[in-house]
C-alpha cells in the first residue's frame, strides 16, 4: 500500500473514519485523516494484534521511523503499566526529540487519543462481558 492507494481509501471511508476517530461534531481534513489512518496502522503493528496479510507495510519508513515511538510509548504503558491515559508534555517531548515537531498540547492529545482508540477496541482493558 502506497500512499495514494492510502488517499484513495480516506476519500470512500471519510465519514466513517471521522464518526470512529474524530471528536464529535469535528470533520477531519484530508491531512488528518491521512495522519489518523497511519497512527491507527502504526498502532496496530505496535500491538502486534492484527495479522496482515499483505506482504507491505501500511505505512512509508519515513512514517514509521517517525511515528514508532510516539506510539510504542503509549502501547508500552497501556500494556505494561495499564495507563488508560499518558503525560501530554512527555509524548510533547518524544515528537520534539524524534521530529523535531513542537506540537500544541491539544494535537499530542488527539494523537495520543487516536491510540487508545485503537488499542481500547482491539485488547479493551475493561472487557464488557
Not at 489512518?37 to 503493528?45: F, N, P, R
Not at 523535531?100 to 464488557?128: C, N
Request: proline share 6%.
Amino acid at each position: 500500500m502506497n500512499e495514494d492507494s492510502l488517499r484513495h481509501e480516506l476519500h470512500v471511508y471519510k465519514e466513517s473514519l471521522e464518526q470512529a476517530v474524530a471528536p464529535p461534531g469535528m470533520a477531519l481534513n484530508e491531512d488528518g485523516c491521512m495522519l489518523a489512518a497511519k497512527i491507527v496502522w502504526i498502532t496496530l503493528m505496535e500491538a502486534r494484534s492484527v495479522r496482515r496479510w499483505a506482504s507491505l507495510n501500511p505505512v512509508t519508513d519515513d512514517t514509521l521511523k517517525e511515528w514508532v515511538g510516539f506510539v510504542a510509548v503509549i502501547v508500552d504503558a497501556y500494556f505494561n503499566r495499564r495507563m488508560a491515559w499518558f503525560p501530554i508534555e512527555q509524548l510533547q517531548l518524544e515528537l520534539s526529540a524524534v521530529q523535531g515537531l513542537q506540537a500544541p498540547p491539544h494535537d499530542v492529545a488527539e494523537w495520543a487519543r487516536i491510540v487508545y482508540t485503537v488499542l481500547e477496541k482491539v485488547h479493551p482493558q475493561f472487557p464488557s462481558e
